[in-house]
């Protein structure tokens, strides 16, 4: 009698971790890569009012990336700061890391961005090292069933990142294929 018992458990375990796992969304293939051209059109993320750490962040940022490799970043708080790029390059790493020449990290706050942009460094945490930074920023591109269009693209935590919060930021795609500026600067 109990091993009849513990045969129904263990199949009962077994339909509820196969159940699981067809709620978890598309498994048939969480390694996918992307083309460039699966990329292009225009993403935003709406950074609402959240705290990074120490920092408070608020606004809507907005990429154009275009199929000639050219990407546009838009950034405004809502309280009157605005920052619109010139089209600086973009390209794809490995079918998932996009990288976004001359580019600005806006997560950790204007004042932060600013400072990327000039290439110094960033204390974010006191006791914690300083991060270099660089002249490019990186977004992760994941596959998402739960999204339109099944793709988003994520600000990873820096390195000091929350490993319980896998990214900090997530755009959207809003508009496919990206509009073709009349003028390029």
């Given at each position: ?40 059109g225009?993403?935003?993320?709406d ?18 990336l275009?199929?000639d490799g ?16 010139l ?7 490995r ?7 001359g ?27 300083p ?14 069933s ?40």
């Amino acid at each position: 009698m109990i091993r009849k018992w513990l045969q129904i458990a263990m199949l009962v375990v077994v339909l509820m971790s196969a159940l699981a796992c067809l709620c978890v969304g598309d498994i048939s293939n969480p390694f996918k890569t992307f083309t460039p051209a699966e990329l292009v059109g225009a993403w935003r993320a709406d950074y609402g009012i959240r705290d990074y750490w120490t920092f408070q962040v608020t606004g809507v940022e907005t990429l154009t990336l275009r199929a000639d490799g050219t990407y546009q970043q838009v950034y405004m708080d809502g309280k009157g700061y605005e920052y619109i790029s010139l089209w600086n390059k973009w390209y794809l790493e490995r079918g998932y890391i996009l990288h976004l020449e001359g580019g600005r990290f806006y997560p950790m706050g204007i004042e932060a961005a600013e400072g990327y942009a000039r290439g110094g460094v960033l204390t974010v945490w006191p006791g914690i090292d300083p991060i270099e930074l660089s002249d490019e920023i990186i977004l992760f591109v994941q596959h998402s069933s739960t999204t339109p269009g099944g793709v988003t693209l994520e600000y990873p935590p820096p390195p000091i990142g929350d490993p319980d919060n896998p990214h900090i930021v997530t755009f959207y795609r809003i508009a496919t294929p990206a509009p073709m500026a009349t003028v390029s600067p």
